[in-house]
């Protein structure tokens, strides 16, 4: 007996992800292999890349391009590192690739994308705007430790803390481990923001 697909469960899906989902998805909705070749040949969605589609209808949306990076990768992609910075808009960065943080059984290459393998515990994830991204605290420390310049890894703390997107607390628990770089850094943005 075949699935009929259900268009209104496949959309609930899409919508929640800026109009993109994967084929995976797509099949949990009724949807064949079959029948997304059929749509797509219809207009009625656009294939994206190897197992991503999107609705053609949808409208455009703000970071769109990052809902269709952690499809493309997996479900256990999250926004990271610059990507994270220009998302949280802690700074005016703008990232040439789109970074990802993924565990490292996962890693595979992708145009486009800068992916950083490492283990990521509950506590440093959450959502943004709908899609999966490192904390504050551990975006902040990612990029300490990866080497962007001081004053712009300072900058993003300053404005973490006045627009209260982070504590101070949750900075110095992110940079335990993290290198010394990234606890350098944090406490000195601290003592300057304790000596204003």
């Known amino acids: 007996m075949t699935q009929t697909p259900d268009h209104d469960a496949l959309f609930h899906i ?13 099949r949990s909705a009724g949807f064949t292999r079959s029948l997304l070749a059929y749509h797509v040949r219809r207009g009625l969605f656009e294939r994206i890349g190897r197992g991503v589609y999107r609705l053609k209808r949808f409208p455009a949306s703000p970071h769109e391009d990052l ?20 998302l949280y808009d802690l700074s005016d960065l703008l990232p040439a690739e789109i ?26 994830m959450t959502y943004y705007g709908g899609l999966p991204v490192t904390t504050v605290a551990r975006t902040i420390v990612d990029v300490a430790s990866r080497g962007l310049a001081d004053e712009l890894v300072i900058q993003a703390i300053r404005q973490a ?6 504590t101070p607390e949750d900075l110095r628990t992110a940079g335990l481990g993290r290198g010394r770089r990234a606890a350098r850094l944090i406490a000195r943005a601290l003592e300057e923001k304790e000596a204003a």
Request: charged share 20%; proline share 3%.
């Open 14 to 26: 899409a919508e929640a992800q800026a109009g993109y989902f994967t084929a995976a998805q797509a």
């Open 67 to 86: 809902f269709a990076a952690c499809l493309r990768v997996g479900p256990q992609a999250v926004i990271s590192h610059d990507s994270a910075l220009a």
């Open 99 to 124: 970074h990802l943080t993924m565990p490292r059984t996962a890693s595979r290459r992708h145009q486009g994308l800068r992916l950083h393998t490492n283990r990521l515990e509950a506590r440093e």
């Open 161 to 166: 803390l006045r627009r209260g997107m982070t």
